[in-house]
């Protein structure tokens, strides 16, 4: 299994912008969910979904959409990007929430300028 | 939601026990308590969950209050490699997310 993948590993936009952060999961997962983290600090929740069809939001949505077509793919889409977004983003899924561990992505750096 | 509370770093030697504290008083009945580590530049990782009773596994013991306001996260031999931040959070089935405060930093010295 590759586990959660994340693409792209590191982008730089210009504010403005926008741009789909990849997250795809080969473990039939079917909780997934978005987190940003910000220089020192814990994770903030996005947005989550409990399965394909299904998403709600997080702590923080404002600023970002995504969408649940399948199990295995749970893209976030920044639309108008802001310097307040540069942040590490990091995908997660599991079996199921609350019983279950959680698996992370490796992240993906993202500097909005 | 339930939030946690633990302290904002910790210092162990190496090869020394370590108690990672975590208070939750706000837990419900149904929040299983989850702990997660993030080494410097990597998404986190699990380490141990659960619900009422003590577990251990490979990585460490997670140790329950019997009243589940609290919890600790015993790592019986530290190793540099342990050096991380610390996360405890409450994970519910009926919720659908799980919220991470700013965790433990925790620092081992050789």
């Known amino acids: 299994n590759a586990g959660v993948t994340q693409t792209p590993k590191f982008q730089v936009l210009k504010t403005g912008q926008s741009m789909t952060l990849q997250c795809a999961q080969d473990?039939?997962?079917?909780?997934m969910s978005w987190y940003r983290q910000d220089p020192g600090m814990g994770l903030r929740l996005i947005h989550y979904?409990?399965?394909?069809?299904?998403?709600d939001q997080g702590e923080v949505p404002n600023g970002y959409n995504v969408s649940r077509s399948t199990t295995e793919d749970f893209p976030l889409r920044l639309l108008s990007a802001a310097p307040s977004q540069t942040s590490v983003y990091f995908c997660?899924?599991?079996?199921?929430?609350?019983?279950?561990?959680?698996?992370f992505g490796p992240g993906t750096r993202l500097t909005v300028t | 939601d339930a939030k946690t509370t633990q302290p904002n770093s910790m210092e162990s030697n190496e090869e020394e026990p370590v108690h990672l504290p975590c208070n939750h008083s706000?837990?419900?009945?149904?929040?299983?308590i989850h702990w997660y580590r993030q080494l410097p530049s990597q998404g986190p990782e699990y380490v141990i969950h659960?619900?009422?009773s003590n577990v251990n596994n490979r990585m460490a013991s997670l140790a329950i209050a019997e009243d589940r306001k609290s919890s600790t996260l015993i790592l019986h031999r530290a190793t540099l490699r342990d050096a991380a931040v610390y996360y405890c959070?409450?994970?519910?089935?009926?919720?659908?997310?799980?919220?991470f405060g700013d965790g433990t930093t925790l620092t081992v010295k050789p």
């Open positions: 979904s409990v399965g394909a069809g299904i998403t």
């Open positions: 706000t837990i419900s009945g149904t929040d299983y």
């Open positions: 997660a899924s599991s079996y199921r929430e609350g019983d279950t561990k959680q698996y």
């Open positions: 659960g619900l009422t």
């Open positions: 959070i409450l994970s519910n089935t009926n919720a659908g997310k799980s919220t």
């Open positions: 473990m039939n997962h079917e909780y």
